[in-house]
């Protein structure tokens, strides 16, 4: 009856989502909510207060690379991006229209960018509100969405409220390697000492492949340092290059110590071993243990393939340390991105643990789906079996083999595709069977959510 729709639609008119932060995953949360008919309101603090990294004065801002990465789907990029022009994603409609060439990848003029998407928030009808949010607001539902360099106030007020030990400041990673692309005539699993299970994958090096590395790692390039990355390093998480440059043997004494791993094949003990350790339940993906850097990544490339074992290794993650504030999601959040103690307050971008433009985008449509689907009285969604989406929304609530919790990018190894019985892919030909199951089911669930 159309005097019910019309009366409904006046209602939820009447109730609003607020969206703190007008980065990536706030402009999309956002106009996600406007896009299913919601008064939406956007807070963003610029121009009136601008992080260290954003100069603009536009929404979405790329701070860094104008890149949105490779749009092919043999890269979990192109497969996330996919997934997200299924579910009507305007950035990514923005990025069509500012598209600069770049080969396979999705470059974009960033100023033609900002602009597309704050007309396009405007012309959903989005309230674009120029203003630092300083504390919580009591309204529900909220999408806290300030990115990695959130302003401090803000961040003061969550933290009150999650918790100081479930706010990260610094994000120091190690690499993350697919399993299937190591060399196990030369690595082999085994555990310090045998105490365990055999459970680490161990590249052993002799003196001379140790020096040559060494002398490697310290002639590579490294990430320059921005004026707020200065940090002090803990020891805990010192850069790999940063060990290597305190003494020859300092790596050798250090994370890369032999001891207790005896090579099966030669029965000796090793000059040096790099560990890896499991890093996802399915066991298809293994970071390098102690190896945080700021080596860029082509050099990581080049570098740790020296390294015995890794010559033709492939990376799901390059290892980083940079200023990035996130939360402790899998004990905070649920796969539908509000936080488990506080209904109606969702996060959104960067600030949940997710790696990159286009991941901190995906979230945002997540977030705004369900801070919708709130005020419309509908129950919540998560992203479907077997997509890239469920696979990071995955990471954020697991977190990953009960370790400290790290962002994650998009990656293949995140992905959990039901494999066709009794064939074993590899390679190309599974990396496509798996994006389009990604794509076949990201379709059937968004058609299915529109009608529920
Ligand atoms: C220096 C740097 C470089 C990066 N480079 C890349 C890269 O090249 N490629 C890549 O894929 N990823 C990169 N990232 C990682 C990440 O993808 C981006 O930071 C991405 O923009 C995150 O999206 P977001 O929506 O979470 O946050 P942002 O895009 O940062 O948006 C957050 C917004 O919230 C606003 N805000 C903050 N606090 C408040 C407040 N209290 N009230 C109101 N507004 C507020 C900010 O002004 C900002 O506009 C980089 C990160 C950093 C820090």
Redesign the pocket.
């Known amino acids: 009856m159309l005097w019910v729709k019309l009366l409904r639609s006046i209602i939820y008119r009447m109730k609003e989502i607020i969206v ?7 402009c999309e949360a956002a106009a996600m909510g406007a896009r299913l008919g919601l008064k939406v309101k956007l ?4 121009p009136e207060r ?2 260290p ?2 100069t603009m004065e536009g ?7 104008n890149s949105l ?1 490779s749009e092919s789907l043999e890269n979990a990029q192109g497969v996330l991006k996919q997934e997200m022009s299924i579910m009507g994603s305007v950035l990514l409609s923005a990025a069509e229209g500012a598209r600069v060439p770049a080969g396979k990848a999705l470059a974009v003029d960033r100023e033609e960018f900002s602009r597309l998407v704050t007309n396009k928030l405007v012309e959903l009808g989005v309230e674009i509100i120029r ?4 504390e919580l607001p009591p309204e529900r539902p909220v999408i806290i ?7 401090d ?2 961040m003061q007020n969550f933290g009150g409220l999650l918790g100081e030990e479930n706010m990260f400041f610094y994000d120091a990673t190690s690499p993350i390697v697919y399993k299937d692309s190591i060399d196990f005539d030369v690595a082999y699993m085994a555990a310090r000492y045998d105490k365990g299970g055999a459970d680490y994958v161990n590249c052993p090096m002799n003196k001379e492949e140790y020096e040559n590395f060494h002398r490697e790692i310290i002639a590579s390039e490294k990430t320059p340092l ?1 004026e707020f990355e200065k940090i002090p390093y803990f020891e805990g998480c010192m850069p790999v290059e940063e060990i290597a440059s305190r003494g020859v043997d300092t790596l050798a004494f250090g994370p890369m110590r032999p001891v207790g791993l005896i090579d099966p094949k030669t029965g000796k003990r090793p000059h040096a071993v790099l560990q890896l350790r499991q890093e996802n339940k399915e066991g298809t993906l293994f970071n390098l243990v102690g190896f945080q850097t700021r080596l860029t990544h082509t050099e990581q490339k080049r570098v740790f393939s020296l390294i015995p074992g890794l010559s033709h290794v492939r990376f799901a993650r390059f290892g980083n340390i ?3 504030t996130y939360i402790n999601s899998p004990e905070l959040l649920d796969d539908t991105l509000e936080l488990k103690g506080e209904k109606g307050v969702f996060v ?4 949940t643990g997710v ?6 985008a995906y979230t ?1 449509l997540l977030a705004g789906l369900n801070a919708a689907r709130m005020v419309l009285g509908k129950e919540f969604l998560s992203p479907p079996p077997g997509s890239m989406g469920a696979g990071l929304i995955k990471h954020l609530h697991e977190g990953g083999a009960g370790k400290k919790f790290m962002p994650m990018n998009a990656n293949f190894g995140i992905l959990e595709t039901p494999l066709p019985g009794g064939k074993r892919l590899r390679g190309k030909e599974k990396k496509a069977f798996q994006a389009e199951f990604a794509t076949r089911a990201t379709k059937e669930w968004w058609q299915n959510t529109l009608e529920s």
Do not use: D, W
């Open positions: 703190i932060g007008g980065g990536l995953g706030g807070y963003e603090m610029k601008f992080s990294a954003h929404l979405a801002e790329l701070v860094c690379s990465k203003s630092e949010m300083v969405a300030t990115g990695p360099l959130s302003s106030k803000l921005r940079h200023r990035n959104a971008g960067q600030l790696e990159g433009y286009i991941e901190s945002g």
